[in-house]
């Protein structure tokens, strides 16, 4: 059974930044497309960046040069990178992993991922 636990969140100033880890047991995440979404207060949970089994990657406009995915084969982890981070940027962060996923697969779909993560909070306020 695949697990996956996020950590890395916490309070952080406007323009300060973060780094979520997302370690993996059961499961090499070298071979499978792995997702990180979030879910602010009240609004429904969104695609925030992917990177594929092949190093791919693609963010959500709104993050655009100021996140970073990347990937540590030696660890098993997936991280993403915050920086420049804003008040819009609160909410809990998941990372999932999709076992099958295709190059005309949807990434910001999360009907797609298998394993989710428990999430970890992260909190933008001065």
């Known amino acids: 059974q695949a697990q996956l636990v996020e950590s890395g969140g916490g309070l952080v100033q406007p323009g300060g930044s973060l780094r979520l880890s997302c370690a993996a047991s059961g499961i090499t995440l070298d071979h499978y497309a792995i997702g990180w979404f979030r879910q602010a207060p009240g609004k429904e949970r969104e695609g925030v960046s992917y990177?594929?089994?092949?190093?791919?990657?693609d963010y959500e406009d709104s993050v655009k040069g100021r996140f970073a995915i990347s990937r540590d084969s030696a660890k098993n982890t997936v991280y993403l990178q915050l920086n420049n981070l804003n008040p819009e940027d609160t909410a809990v962060y998941y990372c999932a992993v999709a076992l099958n996923f295709w190059a005309g697969s949807n990434w910001r779909l999360d009907s797609i991922y298998n394993y989710w993560g428990q999430g970890t909070l992260v909190t933008v306020s001065s």
């Open positions: 990177i594929s089994g092949v190093g791919k990657t």
